[in-house]
Each structure stands twice: as structure tokens, then as C-alpha cells.
């Protein structure tokens, strides 16, 4: 019995030991930790095309890794940065001339109070609006560069994580202490969390944001491509989404005397807008798996807390693999007591109709 108590001890410290040097390495590569999550996410959607190259098609690794890091950043990241880098203008544009901005918005209150009876905003609002938008820049450019050396170490690691796939996967495989199912269960479903999120939510967002740039352009409403790609940004918000453009939109069009337009770019963004969300979300669910719109709103709301804009992707998946880790604890540990408890069941009934049989 001592021996077993002593064998227990040392396993408890060195798990221990294991859980104090983890907790030390994650907060000192805390930085790193949104490229390592790029990473993984590139690298699940990337696997069998590299497997493919290297297996089938007899590429060298290097050059396998090499090409579809490349083709990534082109199909991607650089059509995302060009996006990025115009709304990046825009509001630099808007906090430089700040004062103009608030003026602006001076008058269109004014108007929508003349013309409904409605104050949109307070003296003190517009003040706090105008403070808002003079210390925004700083962090706004933080966070660009933040994104950029995430991006520089997403792909530092996503080489290796490539060139040496087969081999992590296999040691992966082997040292992860679960059952084979359960590991088998965690690779299923991290691939299918990886691609609802990675894929889904920009994907939908970006159908979300075509369909604004349509009723933008039949309603005349000025830099429509402009407002497309903040419709775009937006819907990848949770609860308010792409109303957090037509909405104010509209309200400015109906302040400045054009009625029909802001009423109709107020109909259409909830009737058509809104709408498509979930018609375009129910169809791809099918396609590359479904993520619980709650698990969407709570996941993108942590996200952003952690990792900032990049969290919007990596929010939801967190808290999937949450939930996945949950249901493999109870496979793993839960299932084999009930497991104990029947078969314990089965042999006391065998028993007492042995008995009963004497």
C-alpha cells in the first residue's frame, strides 16, 4: 500500500512540477500566443495539401512549405491587409480632422432633432466622442503592429509545424494521455472548429458585406467600398453586426433631407441585410460545420479582450475547444465509472441467479 501511495506522490508532484513550468512559459510567450494560434489554424487547413505535395506529388518539404505559405499570404492575408490598410486611411483621415468631424456631427444632430424630434447625442457625448477619437490613433497603430509581428511569427512557426508534420502529428498521437478514440475525437473536432471559425465567420461576414455594397450602390450612397469594408469588419461583431453601419447610415441620410434613401437603407439593412446572416449561415453550416451562435457572441467578445481584432477568430475557437475538452474528460474518466458500475451490476445479477439456480 506504501509503495502505491509513494508511486501516486511522485506522479502528483512531477504533474505538479509540469503544471508550474507551463504556467511560467505561457506567461513570459504570452506575446507569441495569438501567432501560435494562427498557426495551428493555418496548419489544419493546409495539412493535406502539404501531405498531398510531399506524398503524392514528391515535392521536397521545404519547397511544399514554402509554396503554400506563399500561396496563403497572396489568397489571404494580402487581400485582408489592402482591407485593412484602406480603413486604416480613412481613420486617420478621421482623427486628424477630428474637430471637423465633431462639427459635422454637431449639425446632423441638430438636423435629426429639427426634423424628428429625436437627439441623437448630448454636449457631453460629443465631447466624449471627440477625447475618444484624439487618443484612438496611438492604439490604433499599436494594434496594426501588433498584427503584423503576429502575423511574422505565425509563419516562423507554421514552417516548422509543415516541414515537420508528419513526425508532430505521430508524437502528438502517442503522448497525449488519452484513450485512442478520444484523441481521435480531439482531432475531429479541432479540425471542425478551426474551419467553422476560420472560414465561416469571415466568410459569412464577407457575403454580409457584397450584400450591403449592393443596396449601397442602388441607394447612392457616397464611397460605397469604403462602407463595404466596414460592413464587413462590423459583421464579424456579435449581437449589433452589420447595423453598426446601415443603422447611423440610414439616420444620417433621413437628417440631411434624403428621405427615401435613408429609409430605404434602413429596410433594406434589416429586412435584407440582417436577413442574410442567418439564410447564408444556415446553408454553409452544412458545408464546413455549425458553431452555436452563443459560442459566436461569447467567444468573439473574450477574443477581442485577449488578442485583440485577431480574436474575433480565435475567441469562439477557444471556447469550442473548451467545450470539446469537457466532453472528452467525460469519456475519458465519467463513461469508465458508469462502465465499472454496469458491469459491477451484471456480475451481482449473474451471481444472484447462480443462487437462485442452487
Request: aromatic share 12%.
Amino acid at each position: 500500500m506504501s509503495h502505491l501511495d509513494n508511486e501516486r506522490l511522485k506522479q502528483i508532484v512531477f504533474l505538479l512540477i509540469l503544471a508550474f513550468l507551463a504556467i511560467i512559459l505561457f506567461k513570459e510567450l504570452y506575446a507569441f500566443f495569438p501567432g501560435f494560434l494562427g498557426a495551428v489554424t493555418f496548419y489544419v487547413l493546409s495539412r493535406k495539401y502539404m501531405f498531398r505535395l510531399v506524398e503524392v506529388r514528391k515535392w521536397g518539404r521545404p519547397w511544399a512549405a514554402a509554396t503554400i505559405m506563399v500561396l496563403s499570404f497572396l489568397i489571404i492575408l494580402l487581400p485582408f491587409g489592402l482591407l485593412v490598410n484602406m480603413l486604416t486611411a480613412k481613420v486617420a483621415y478621421a482623427i486628424n480632422h477630428s474637430s471637423e468631424l465633431i462639427k459635422g456631427l454637431e449639425k446632423i444632430n441638430e438636423q435629426l432633432h429639427q426634423n424628428t424630434g429625436f437627439e441623437l447625442m448630448t454636449d457631453a457625448r460629443l465631447q466624449k466622442i471627440q477625447e475618444y477619437i484624439t487618443n484612438v490613433l496611438p492604439g490604433f497603430v499599436g494594434a496594426t503592429f501588433n498584427t503584423l509581428t503576429a502575423v511574422a511569427i505565425m509563419y516562423f512557426i507554421l514552417y516548422f509545424m509543415l516541414v515537420n508534420a508528419r513526425e508532430m502529428e505521430e508524437a502528438l498521437y502517442e503522448y497525449i494521455p488519452l484513450k485512442d478514440e478520444n484523441v481521435e475525437l480531439l482531432g475531429a473536432e479541432v479540425k471542425n472548429m478551426v474551419v467553422s471559425n476560420a472560414i465561416g465567420i469571415p466568410l459569412i461576414a464577407l457575403i454580409q458585406g457584397v450584400v450591403s455594397l449592393i443596396g449601397y450602390l442602388i441607394f447612392g450612397v457616397p464611397e460605397p467600398v469604403f462602407w463595404f469594408v466596414v460592413t464587413s469588419f462590423t459583421a464579424m461583431l456579435p449581437i449589433i453586426g452589420a447595423a453598426a453601419v446601415y443603422l447611423p447610415m440610414g439616420l444620417y441620410m433621413l437628417s440631411i433631407g434624403q428621405t427615401w434613401q435613408g429609409i430605404a437603407v434602413l429596410a433594406y439593412g434589416f429586412g435584407v441585410v440582417g436577413s442574410s446572416d442567418n439564410i447564408f449561415r444556415m446553408l454553409l453550416a452544412r458545408k464546413i460545420g455549425d458553431v452555436h451562435p452563443l459560442i459566436t457572441i461569447f467567444g468573439v467578445i473574450i477574443g477581442i479582450s485577449l488578442f485583440g481584432f485577431i480574436g474575433l477568430i480565435f475567441g469562439p475557437l477557444l471556447i469550442s475547444l473548451f467545450i470539446v475538452l469537457l466532453k472528452i474528460y467525460s469519456n475519458e474518466y465519467l463513461v469508465k465509472k458508469r462502465e465499472v458500475k454496469v458491469v459491477k451490476t451484471a456480475h451481482a445479477k449473474e451471481k444472484q441467479m447462480k443462487k437462485s439456480g442452487e
